[in-house]
């Protein structure tokens, strides 16, 4: 079994900063893509940021140039680095990875329980 622990979620004005951290553990041989997602209330969830395990990245319209997804492949974890909030941007960010548990395996998608953004105006 794999486990996603985000953290880094928080309260802060509009125009800071937060640093998300994804951590996942368990068992696993490699991870593929790694992603940040975002659900409002009264919203469906949208990709927010996503990351391939060569370093690829790709971001939503609304977060470019604000956000900055990476990962360390050494310690399975990614991060979200986001600047310049705006009040726009609060909600629960979720994280997942295509995890392959073994070499033999096919790999599955899984996701963190989520952590609070909120911005405040």
């Known amino acids: 079994q794999v486990q996603l622990v985000e953290s880094g979620g928080g309260l802060v004005q509009a125009g800071g900063s937060l640093r998300l951290s994804c951590a996942a553990s368990?068992?696993?041989?490699?991870?593929?893509?790694m992603a940040w997602y975002r659900q409002a209330p009264g919203k469906e969830r949208e990709l927010v940021a996503h990351?391939?395990?060569?370093?690829?990245?790709n971001y939503a319209d609304s977060v470019k140039g604000r956000f900055t997804i990476s990962r360390d492949n050494a310690k399975n974890t990614a991060y979200l680095q986001m600047n310049s909030l705006k009040p726009e941007d609060t909600a629960v960010y979720y994280c997942?990875?295509?995890?392959?548990?073994?070499?033999?395996?096919?790999?599955?998608?899984?996701w963190g329980q989520g952590t609070q953004v909120t911005i405040s105006s």
């Open positions: 368990g068992s696993i041989y490699s991870i593929n893509t």
């Open positions: 997942n990875a295509l995890v392959r548990p073994r070499i033999t395996a096919l790999s599955t998608l899984y």
């Open positions: 990351i391939t395990s060569d370093g690829a990245t």
